[in-house]
């Protein structure tokens, strides 16, 4: 399984950002798909995730300003990010569990994206 991810930039404080995350290979394997965000030198904090029955959920820092959704006929999940923070600003990855392998996770490249004040 390989993942793509999109959609990131320079955007203002206040503005909005659209990443999206295509997956291709082996696609019966995934299950679940989320995003994950890490600033150089600190930890990876997880996003929301969305299952192929498009439920989610999401980290409390980003709860009513992000949106995950999913298009399973495109293999693509998205992340709509609204009202953007400077705090918001990292590179952004998507991933996707196996089905079959429990635990076992596939990961994107990052795209970055930088929220200015």
């Known amino acids: 399984v390989q993942l793509q991810a999109s959609g990131g930039g320079l955007v203002h404080s206040g503005g909005f950002l659209k990443l999206s995350c295509a997956a291709s290979g082996n696609i019966h394997n995934i299950g679940s798909m989320g995003w994950y965000r890490q600033v150089s030198g600190k930890e990876r904090k997880f996003l929301p995730t969305?299952?192929?029955?498009?439920?989610?959920n999401y980290a409390e820092s980003v709860k009513g300003r992000f949106t995950i959704s999913r298009d399973n006929g495109k293999n693509t999940v998205y992340l709509q990010m609204n009202s953007l923070r400077s705090e918001d600003t990292a590179a952004y990855f998507c991933y996707a569990d196996d089905v079959f392998w429990a635990g076992k996770k596939y990961w994107g490249l990052g795209t970055q994206v930088t929220v200015s004040s």
């Open positions: 969305a299952d192929s029955n498009g439920d989610s």
